[in-house]
């Protein structure tokens, strides 16, 4: 029943982004002495959301075709950061500041998840 309804698939998709944006950022923490690691970056969910193109095609299921050639997953970046002497690229405090970006985004996912529950309940009359 729920799956039907574009805000509890968008809370979805900005849980799943948030989640995958948590993991660049941990694998560019677990690297952080690694030499010439390149330090990797998601943007996002607006900037995804805002730079997809939402008036096309898309899958929204696993059984569709995917005419566009876009995949669901997101995609990684490298940042342009100056490198250290070993040649990694990883700054620890950019890297705390977007873990804490990406709780945020997480968090914001799960409320309005729970609001839309919480409007769905009250619409059909348990409260």
Known sequence: MFTNLNLFQTSYAMARHAGARQAVTAANMANADTPNYRAQTME????????????????????????????????????????????????????????????REHNRALAIYKHSLDVVRMSIGRR
């Open 44 to 103: 996002s969910f607006a900037d995804s959301y805002e730079n997809s193109s939402a008036g096309e095609m898309r899958t929204t299921r696993a059984g569709h075709m995917d005419v566009n050639g876009s995949s669901l997953t997101p995609s990684t970046d490298f940042t342009d950061a100056e490198a250290s002497p070993n040649g990694n690229s990883v700054s620890l405090e950019q890297e705390m500041i977007n873990a804490v970006e990406v709780q």
